[in-house]
C-alpha cells in the first residue's frame, strides 16, 4: 500500500479508508499508521494543535501520492518515492519553504516508523530538501504599523466588542511579536498589566515571559472593561480574547480582523498576523535592539532562526542608501 490519509477534521479515522479529492481511496492499514503517528504527536511529543495538523497535513500530501504510484504500505516505501514526490511538489509550483517543510515533515514521520518496529530501515536519511529561502514574507514599515494601530484604535472608539477586541490583540501581537496561535492560546492570568508582561506558552512546550508597552497595555484595559464583558458567556472560561459567541478567538478571525484593517492604510502590503509578527522583530532590530534580545522575545530556539531578520534591516539600509546618498 503507498499512503496513509487523513478525516477532513485534521484527526484519522482508523476505521475506513479516506477518499482523496483525486478520487483515490486510501488502505485502512494507513489510517492506523497515522492514529498512531497522531497520538505520538500529541502525548509522546507534547505538540501544539496546529502542529499535529500541519505534521498530519505534509504527511497525507505523501501517502496521497504513494497511493497514485501503488505503494500500498510503509515497507514499500523508498528513497526514490519520496524524491519523485517532491519533484512533484516542484514542477505544481510549491514554494521551496512548502517543500522544505514536508520533507521534514515525512523524515520525521518515516523516522518514528522505524523507531517503532513498522519498518526495518528508514528511507528518508539521504532525502535531501531545497533550504529555505533567506528572504521573509513582506513587512510593514513602522509607519505603516503605527496606521494600522491607529486605524483599529479609530474602529474602536464605537466600543464594538469585536473592534475593541482586534484593537487589543493587534497592539498586542505587534508590541509582544508574539504568535497568533499563541495571542489566542492566552488566559486573562497570563497577562501582568501593572509589569507589562505576558506569559506565552511557545512551541514545545516552553514558556517565555514577553513585554509589551503602553499603548498595548490600554488597548487591553479597553478591551477587558468594556468589550469582553459584552461578549462573555458560559463557555468563555479564562479566555482572554473572544468571538462573537463568547467562546475563544481562533487564529481564522484575527487575521480576518487584520486583513480589513489593512485594507485602510494605503500602499500597505497585505500581510497576515505571521506577517506582524516579522514587522515587529525588523522593527526592532531597526531600533537597535540585541539579536539575542529578539531571539528570546520571539522564542526561537536557534539564533540562526532569528538572524533572517537581519536581512531585512540590511536591505533597508542598503535601499535607504541608494536613494539619499549622492553618490550610490
Known amino acids: ?65 504513494l497511493a497514485t504510484t501503488g505503494v500500498d504500505d510503509l515497507a514499500g516505501v523508498t528513497l526514490r518515492d519520496l524524491r519523485a514526490w517532491l519533484a512533484a511538489l516542484a514542477q505544481d509550483g510549491a514554494a521551496k519553504a512548502t517543500i522544505a517543510r514536508r520533507s521534514a515533515a515525512a523524515r520525521t514521520f518515516l523516522g518514528w516508523a522505524t523507531r517503532t518496529g513498522r519498518i526495518d530501515l528508514d528511507p ?46 493587534l497592539e498586542l501581537l505587534y508590541a509582544s511579536g508574539i504568535r497568533v496561535g499563541e495571542l489566542t492560546a492566552l488566559d486573562i492570568d497570563d497577562l501582568d498589566l501593572d509589569r507589562g508582561v505576558v506569559r506565552v506558552m511557545g512551541k514545545g512546550g516552553k514558556e517565555r515571559t514577553v513585554p509589551f508597552g503602553i499603548p498595548a497595555r490600554e488597548a487591553v484595559q479597553a478591551w477587558l472593561q468594556l468589550g469582553r464583558p459584552q461578549v462573555v458567556g458560559a463557555d468563555s472560561g479564562p479566555a482572554l480574547f473572544l468571538g462573537r459567541r463568547g467562546r475563544r478567538a481562533d487564529a ?39 539579536l539575542r534580545l529578539v531571539q528570546e522575545l520571539l522564542g526561537h530556539a536557534s539564533l540562526a532562526t532569528t538572524q533572517i531578520y537581519t536581512h531585512v534591516s540590511v536591505d533597508r539600509l542598503k535601499q535607504s542608501y541608494r536613494q539619499a546618498h549622492p553618490r550610490a
Not at 42 to 52: A, D, F, I, Q
Not at 127 to 146: F, T, W
Not at 149 to 157: F, G, K, N, Q
Open 252 to 290: 481564522r478571525q484575527i487575521r480576518s480582523s487584520l486583513h480589513s484593517l489593512l485594507a485602510h492604510v494605503p500602499d500597505a502590503p497585505d500581510i497576515g498576523p505571521h506577517g506582524l509578527r516579522h514587522s515587529a522583530a525588523t522593527h526592532l532590530l531597526e531600533g537597535g535592539a540585541d
Open 124 to 169: 528518508s536519511l539521504r532525502l535531501a530538501a531545497p533550504k529555505r529561502g533567506g528572504h521573509l514574507p513582506e513587512v510593514l514599515r513602522q509607519s505603516d504599523a503605527s496606521a494600522l494601530l491607529d486605524v483599529a484604535a479609530v474602529a474602536s472608539d464605537d466600543q464594538d466588542a469585536l473592534h475593541l477586541r482586534d484593537r487589543a490583540a
Open 1 to 65: 500500500m503507498r499512503g496513509p490519509g487523513l478525516c477532513d477534521g485534521g484527526g484519522v479515522d482508523p476505521t475506513a479508508g479516506v477518499e482523496q479529492p483525486h478520487g483515490i481511496t486510501l488502505p485502512v492499514g494507513w489510517n492506523e499508521v497515522l492514529f498512531a503517528f497522531e497520538r505520538h504527536l500529541r502525548s509522546e511529543r507534547g505538540r501544539s494543535e496546529h502542529t499535529v495538523r500541519a505534521y498530519l497535513g505534509d504527511v497525507r500530501s505523501l501517502v496521497g501520492f
